[in-house]
């Protein structure tokens, strides 16, 4: 495609943005935080350091990865920060005695691969300061302590002083967060900056905050270092400031020749969108917003928002939007997103599906960073899987996410690779849930494996019904079972009736429901929300009974606004801590799951269950002691998620 390619090619067009020459248009914007700890111990940076080396050695021009959080407790020592950076240290990454020599080796990493590094100021709002003893989200009702004014320029001195750090640790610049609830968003923003002194009232004392921090950020480093801004372009609240409202203020931060670069981004009050958007969102949905501000300023623009491939991040550039394009998630996914794309090799490229559960398991969870459908990021410092000592013949059982990911790694490793699926096309339940709209990426992926598997050379069968005698008599040296899970049948008094379906049998087409439909959730991910979502965009009046005491309580709050803006649009309802225990045709009886308090459920024509699945681990134990070597893994093991999945069939390739 011509056009294709001549966006490409802008997209690979060097550019200067302020003493950065950049190679390209590619930059990542900051997430060092989920990444790794660069503060910890020198293993721990020196594997930061390796994640971002990798993604500069494959071609990205600029990395911003340094989450560098500002010192909290200049203004009430003692007080416990919560909020994003809280656990790095309540004085700020900036004054710590390790910071000189793990930020220089992040610099280096990034230098030594021909890409240029800045770090990212951070100070989260509202946790506890604010301009203004005023919420700043409707999430979250934890009232800020409203700054004073020498606290205000204790805050500008540190600013300053944390630059002049970066600066002689070797990074090339810095980019101030005015954005998603940090305090200088807080400050510019109308809605919650209620000062009536110097520091808020009209649009030049609202700046003022900023615009001293800037000043003093420049006396400190002078003219050879560059200077940024990252906020959000529109507010999205009724009281904040729209986008006309942004360009002014961004126009106001151009003129005081301080800065030398604009990004703009959107999101707000963990919401819908919050400022990581979910696959719910088009892709680059908010670019346009980015070529109004690229029309009223002089300095170059970044735009960085659900660019989940360099096709879309070319797009973006050609249409004028932006000079730079933010990709995160899309090289979490695919590593080599850059070389592969200037190659022309984008049928190699791993698409991002925009799941989010690169957050939402290490923020709600606690796990270590990782990508649903690349289980090797995160390993960067470890290298590549090594070839197998021994070539061995090996049958996967099921072609769901970690079936197909062992069959790739295994077949990478060197070893001959056979694979049965039941039906009569690979995904397994991920093919099911992509259909429903915001899924639709997952059916990119399992392209993506379909095509990785045959150009490894792997025998896929599809149509293939596995058995204990087949099995046998296949005669391989490894026998690896990924055949998922069954759905779970809560088992409620009345639960077998007819009218009674399963969510997944739904959304494959293989049950029908009535207009009135009742979902039964019982698990704590996407799956209800999932399914509610296929009822609703087939018209069907939707309820939810939740047994949690919240919705997905593992859905994090950087994606589950976007599910729960859709479903209550289309008028879905939902209940908590309700246990389901009787079913009959005209009416559900539930009790409270803590008070035992009964209610009831009428005026439906369907009841469907979204209560997660049960392991189908039937042909694990009849091989048990009949084959040398038998694994199982992925929801066969405990139905979980992709992430998991992956993660696990990376696990057991290195052993085999």
């Given amino acids: 495609m011509p056009e294709a390619a001549d966006s490409l090619e802008q997209l690979f067009q060097p550019i200067q943005i302020g003493t950065m ?10 997430h060092g935080g989920i990444v790794g700890n660069l503060w910890g111990s020198r293993s721990d940076a020196e594997k930061v350091a390796a994640y971002w080396g990798s993604r500069a050695r494959d071609g990205v021009a600029w990395i911003d990865g340094m989450n560098g959080w500002l010192n909290k407790n200049i203004t009430s020592p003692g007080f416990l920060n919560a909020g994003s950076g809280a656990g790095s240290s309540i004085h700020g990454v900036f004054r710590l005695p390790c910071f000189m020599d793990h930020a220089r080796m992040y610099a280096d990493a990034v230098h030594e691969a021909g890409a240029c590094v800045t770090a990212h100021f951070t100070l989260q ?6 301009p203004s003893a005023r919420l700043a ?56 900056n209620r000062r009536d002194d110097e520091y808020g009232g009209d649009l030049d004392r609202r700046l003022r905050f900023i615009k001293e921090i800037f000043a003093a950020i420049r006396a400190e480093v002078g003219q050879d270092f560059t200077l940024g801004i990252r906020m959000n372009m529109d507010e999205f609240t009724e009281a904040g400031y729209d986008v006309e409202g942004g360009i ?22 963990w919401g819908a969108p919050s400022y990581i958007q979910a696959h719910h969102y088009d892709r680059a949905q908010w670019s346009s917003l980015a070529g109004r501000y690229k029309a009223a300023l002089s300095i170059p623009v970044i735009y960085t928002g659900r660019i989940n491939d360099a096709l879309t991040g070319a797009k973006v550039i050609a249409e004028g939007h932006a000079d730079v394009v933010g990709m995160a998630r899309a090289m979490f996914a695919e590593p080599n997103m850059v070389s592969k794309t200037r190659a022309g090799k984008t049928d190699e490229i791993r698409p991002c599906i925009g799941c989010n559960d690169c957050l939402h398991t290490l923020i709600v969870e606690a796990m270590p960073f990782g990508c649903s459908v690349n289980p090797q990021t995160g390993h960067e410092a470890e290298g590549p899987l090594p070839p197998a000592d021994t070539r061995r013949r090996v049958l996967v059982v099921g072609a769901g996410p970690a079936g197909l990911e062992l069959s790739a790694l295994l077949a990478e490793r060197g070893h001959e690779v056979t694979v049965w699926e039941q039906g009569d096309a690979i995904g397994g339940q991920m093919r099911t849930a992509a259909n429903v709209a915001e899924n639709r990426a997952y059916t990119d992926f399992l392209d993506f494996q379909e095509r990785r598997l045959q150009q490894l050379g792997v025998t896929l069968a599809c149509g293939t019904t596995a058995t204990v005698d087949n099995i046998l008599a296949f005669g391989a040296d490894v026998v690896a079972l990924a055949t998922g899970a069954t759905p779970r049948d809560p088992e409620i008094v009345g639960g077998d009736q007819p009218f009674v ?8 087409g293989r049950a029908k429901t009535g207009d009135r439909v009742v979902l039964i959730a019982m698990e704590d991910h996407m799956q209800p929300l999932t399914v509610a979502s296929y009822l609703a965009e087939q018209g069907k009046q939707v309820r939810i009974i939740y047994q949690a005491p919240g919705i997905a309580p593992l859905v994090g709050k950087y994606s589950i606004g976007a599910p729960l803006a859709k479903l209550t649009v289309k008028g879905v309802q939902v209940r908590v801590m309700e246990r389901v225990v009787e079913i009959t045709e005209h009416r559900l009886v539930t009790r409270n799951v803590y008070s035992g308090a009964e209610a009831e459920v009428t005026d439906f024509d369907s009841v469907v269950l979204a209560c997660g699945g049960r392991a189908e681990d039937r042909l694990f134990h009849e091989l048990q002691g009949r084959i040398p070597e038998v694994h199982i893994l992925g929801d066969a093991y405990a139905p979980r998620r992709i992430w998991h ?11 085999i």
Avoid: C
């Fill in 125 to 130: 709002g509202g946790l506890p300061h604010s």
């Fill in 645 to 655: 999945a992956t993660r696990q069939a990376r696990a057991l390739a290195l052993t």
């Fill in 501 to 508: 379906v399963q969510g997944r049998e739904v959304m494959a």
């Fill in 248 to 269: 002014a203020i961004a126009k106001a931060l151009e003129a005081t020749g301080h800065i030398d670069f604009f990004h703009g981004v959107i999101g707000n009050n």
């Fill in 137 to 192: 989200n409707f999430t979250n009702n934890l009232v800020p302590h409203a700054l004073t004014a020498p606290e205000i320029r204790g805050l500008v001195e540190e600013y300053a002083f944390s630059a002049g750090r970066v600066k002689a640790a070797g990074i090339d610049g810095v980019e101030l967060h005015a954005n998603h609830e940090d305090v200088l968003q807080l400050f510019m923003s109308p809605e919650t």
């Fill in 21 to 30: 020459r950049l190679r390209n248009r590619v930059m990542m914007p900051p």
